[in-house]
């Protein structure tokens, strides 16, 4: 039978872990599709793009979408913390809070650091077309449009890997530009191209070292030159900490019903406060079972400075 101070121990532990876990900002919110899972390993099928309409002369004629498929395998991480028993005896609740607070915190950031992980191996980790996610020479085998495209840009920084405002304003634009022209595996627009967006449609994730620079591309009227920036206001962008590389952002397209990013997982996030019969502590553990992968490329680009 549980005692009083171990029933507000169960209370402050779960309580502080779940305010701090969704108080996080998530630089990922709006770009990831979350899978159910009830097995170790899936395999799913993505379908290709629906045909245009044609003229309705004759029969009708059905056209069969490409498909594509890929793996997930879902992985088990825990997270434990060792509760001292003097701390419940004499309930030092505050402590508690602030210990399972930070539990909290680091459960959503290791969602955040997975799916960076995800993004930055993206240059050298095949996805569902046979290409690495972020490619050159993306083809859709077996599809009706197989013409290369590109969501994989480079370019260098003239004083190193952190680019002037300048040098990140053309590479914005290339990048805006080769989300027009991308096309799905019918040869049909991704993307459409009109000026009439809304900015939270384009969403740019960067490093903490670019901070200054995106910031001034958001909110100054003019580039260095003085030349006019014509960027302003024509997109969003979030700073992301797990990006440590420091030459490396991306842009999302987040207008499509298409990710470029996928969750997988078993069940929740599950969390639960347990004493160790042995040492007469308690342990508060956060525990998920899932995988970060990838979505549909097309809704992503990389711009790496050198």
């Known amino acids: 039978m549980a005692t009083s101070a171990t029933s507000l121990l169960l209370k402050t532990a779960v309580q502080s872990f779940w305010n701090s876990y969704y108080s996080i900002p998530d630089p990922f ?3 990831v599709y979350t899978r159910s899972s009830t097995q170790k390993t899936d395999t799913y099928t993505r379908l290709g793009a629906a045909p245009m309409p044609v003229e309705f002369s004759g029969d009708r004629q059905a056209k069969m979408s490409n498909e594509y498929t890929f793996t997930a395998t879902n992985i088990p991480y825990d997270s434990t913390v060792a ?4 701390l419940v005896k004499y309930q030092q609740w505050d402590e508690v809070a602030s210990l399972t607070a930070n539990q909290g ?3 959503m950031a290791h969602k955040t650091s997975l799916l960076t992980t995800a993004l930055v191996n993206g240059t050298s980790t095949v996805g569902d ?5 972020f ?9 009706v449009y197989t013409t290369s495209q590109d969501n994989d840009l480079t370019s260098a920084a003239a004083t ?3 680019p002037t405002d300048l040098e990140a304003a053309i590479q914005i634009k290339l990048m805006f530009d080769a989300f027009y022209g991308f096309k799905d595996d019918r040869g049909d627009p991704q993307v459409p191209a009109t000026d009439n967006l809304s900015p939270g449609d384009f969403i740019l994730m960067i490093p903490p070292e670019f901070l ?3 910031r001034q591309l958001q909110v100054a009227d003019t580039k260095t030159g ?3 920036n014509d960027l302003m206001g024509t997109f969003t962008y979030r700073v992301n900490p797990f990006l440590t590389g420091g030459n490396q952002m991306f842009m999302f397209y987040a207008g499509s019903n298409h990710k470029p990013l996928i969750v997988q997982q078993t069940g929740s996030l599950e969390n639960r406060v347990y004493e160790d019969p042995h040492s007469g502590n308690f342990n508060h553990s956060a525990t998920w079972w899932g995988v970060a992968t990838y979505g549909q490329w097309r809704t992503a680009v990389s711009q790496i400075f050198t």
């Open 29 to 31: 919110d709006g770009l």
């Open 83 to 86: 509760i001292d028993k003097e």
């Open 105 to 107: 915190a680091k459960a």
């Open 129 to 133: 077309d046979g290409q690495f996610f």
């Open 135 to 143: 490619d050159t020479d993306h083809a859709d085998p077996g599809a």
């Open 160 to 162: 190193g890997t952190v």
């Open 212 to 214: 200054s620079i995106i």
């Open 226 to 228: 003085p030349l006019a």
